[in-house]
């Protein structure tokens, strides 16, 4: 990797890191007197509180800074991307009644537990008629990223572990799967230009060398859709060192978050 990119991931990670430590630090500041907060509420919780002021504290924090430190690392993920694609936002088009159809029909077979494949939606043509106008669609979507010198557009579903249930796969693969359609129609008149979808996690929860094991959301996904923790950082920086840097340097910002957190003890205790 360019040392130009490399440093400019690193800022980018430490600028964001510090981002959120700094809103943390100013969030519970302000909701120390308050009765309500997301720490003192805890004290209403006799079986809780019970258990000490330590564990009411940091079961409330980690549960609160969870929620939050996705977000952090999605935002991560889009500003990383800047730096190697076009990160693009909604897609207008329109969606045909065929293609919905078809759509219901693959998420149909994979309840049924047929294993997942690209093909299954790439290979669908249907006619187009020459007034689209009452099938007119517009989606909002997170994670949309170009690549201009391969013609290569990627629609990314991020989920910080990934750990979701089969009704929830299932409704991210359908979300995917309307995203194509209305990118493809789009596209009708660019040939050369290629869709991929991709499932990513910001971390693998087995473990980054480890098999990642969430057969609930591989019912719904292949293989080749999966950008698993390293994968997706390394996807996103455009180089297979990414996800070192990412986290090399994330290590070094860390110590705000940390310093915040001790910061954040002393009003509680």
Same mark, same amino acid.
């Given at each position: ?26 969030? =519970?500041? +302000? ?8 720490? #003192?509420?805890? &004290? ?5 509180? @019970? %258990? ?82 009452? =099938?007119? +669609? ?8 170009? #690549?201009?010198? &391969? ?5 990314? @579903? %991020? ?111």
């Amino acid at each position: 990797m360019e040392e130009a990119k490399k440093v400019a991931i690193q800022n980018i990670v430490d600028r964001e890191i510090k981002r959120f430590a700094d809103s943390y630090k100013t969030r =519970f500041t +302000k909701e120390v007197d308050k009765p309500d907060g997301v720490i #003192n509420s805890k &004290k209403n919780n006799c079986f809780v509180a @019970e %258990l000490g002021k330590e564990f009411m504290f940091y079961s409330a924090f980690v549960r609160s800074f969870d929620s939050s430190f996705g977000k952090v690392l999605e935002r991560i993920g889009n500003e990383v991307a800047k730096l190697s694609y076009d990160v693009l936002g909604n897609i207008d088009s329109f969606l045909l009644p065929q293609q919905s159809q078809h759509m219901d029909y693959i998420i149909l077979e994979y309840e049924k537990h047929r294993k997942p494949k690209v093909s299954d939606y790439c290979d669908f043509v249907c006619m187009i008629p020459e007034d689209t106008r009452s =099938f007119q +669609k517009s989606h909002v979507t997170d994670h949309y990223f170009y #690549n201009k010198d &391969k013609k290569e557009h990627y629609l990314i @579903e %991020l989920k910080a572990g990934g750990d979701l249930d089969n009704k929830k796969a299932k409704t991210e693969k359908l979300a995917l799967l309307q995203e194509y359609f209305i990118l493809k129609n789009s596209l009708k008149d660019r040939n050369d230009e290629k869709i991929k979808l991709y499932f990513g996690t910001a971390y693998n929860k087995y473990g980054e060398n480890s098999e990642w094991r969430q057969e609930r959301v591989k019912q719904f996904f292949a293989e080749e859709e999966l950008l698993i923790g390293k994968d997706y950082w390394n996807f996103v920086c455009d180089d297979p060192e990414g996800f070192n840097i990412v986290f090399e340097q994330y290590r070094k910002s860390a110590e705000y978050i940390k310093t915040v957190l001790e910061c954040i003890k002393e009003l509680y205790f």
